[in-house]
Nanobody, 119 residues
């Protein structure tokens, strides 16, 4: 599975951005898909994930401000980010895990897209 993100950029505090992630390849095998982020000097952390059944899980720090959604027909996940704050500045990565032939577990990462929030 290959993942390609788009939609990053620079906004002022309080602004909004929407990230998109398109999956290609063995998309029928994808289970969970969503978003992680990594700020400078920090570990990569989960932001929002959606299960194959459509259940969403969010980091406590983004609940109520970020929304993950998907368009299964386009094999795409979106991350709507509202009321962005400087501490949300990071490289955002699309992520998925899937189970292929022979029940082999695998995962994939996108290349990342930069989100910069200025005060």
């Amino acid at each position: 599975v290959q993942l390609e993100e788009s939609g990053g950029g620079s906004v002022r505090s309080g602004g909004s951005l929407t990230l998109s992630c398109v999956a290609s390849g063995r998309v029928s095998e994808i289970n969970d898909m969503g978003w992680y982020r990594q700020a400078p000097g920090k570990q990569r952390e989960m932001v929002a994930m959606m299960s194959g059944a459509g259940y969403a899980d969010y980091s406590e720090s983004v609940k109520g401000r970020f929304t993950i959604s998907g368009d299964n027909s386009k094999h795409t996940k979106y991350l709507q980010m509202n009321n962005l704050q400087p501490q949300n500045t990071a490289v955002y990565y699309c992520y998925c895990w899937y189970v292929g032939g022979g029940a082999v577990w695998s995962d994939s990462w996108g290349q990342g897209t930069q989100v910069t929030v200025s005060s």
